[in-house]
């Protein structure tokens, strides 16, 4: 069973930085792939990173590369988000994700999610 917890959310000025951290209290987490996705008002859910089990592969939308940095300790079955120059387009709300396999990046790929965590930027 999965239970994924998110934290780290806030306000921050266009420019800083923030560390989001997803705890999964469950048995699974060194066999699942993890990820983030986010959800701005009146948009889609948005595909943000993921990382496979053992950290050896990573994925990035196009829209956070060179800014944000997913990472995962696994003795701590946490996965951690660092955003970086943060834009107020990346004002959202924040979900962590968990996966089986390290397949796709829609939204039906992923089996557990998180209840989200906000992030607003402020310009």
């Known amino acids: 069973q999965v239970h994924l917890v998110e934290s780290g959310g806030g306000l921050v000025q266009a420019g800083g930085s923030l560390r989001l951290s997803c705890v999964d209290s469950?048995?699974?987490?060194?066999?699942?792939?993890m990820g983030w996705f986010r959800q701005a008002p009146g948009k889609e859910r948005e595909f943000v990173a993921r990382i496979s089990r053992s950290g050896g592969s990573i994925d990035y939308a196009d829209s956070v590369k060179g800014r944000f940095t997913i990472s995962r300790d696994n003795a701590k079955n946490t996965v951690y988000l660092q955003m970086n120059s943060l834009k107020p387009e990346d004002t959202a709300v924040y979900y962590c994700?968990?996966?089986?396999?390290?397949?796709?990046?829609?939204?039906?790929?992923?089996?557990?999610w998180g209840q989200g965590t906000q992030v607003t930027v402020s310009s």
């Open positions: 994700v968990s996966q089986l396999y390290f397949s796709g990046s829609s939204v039906a790929d992923f089996d557990s």
């Open positions: 469950g048995r699974t987490f060194r066999s699942n792939a």
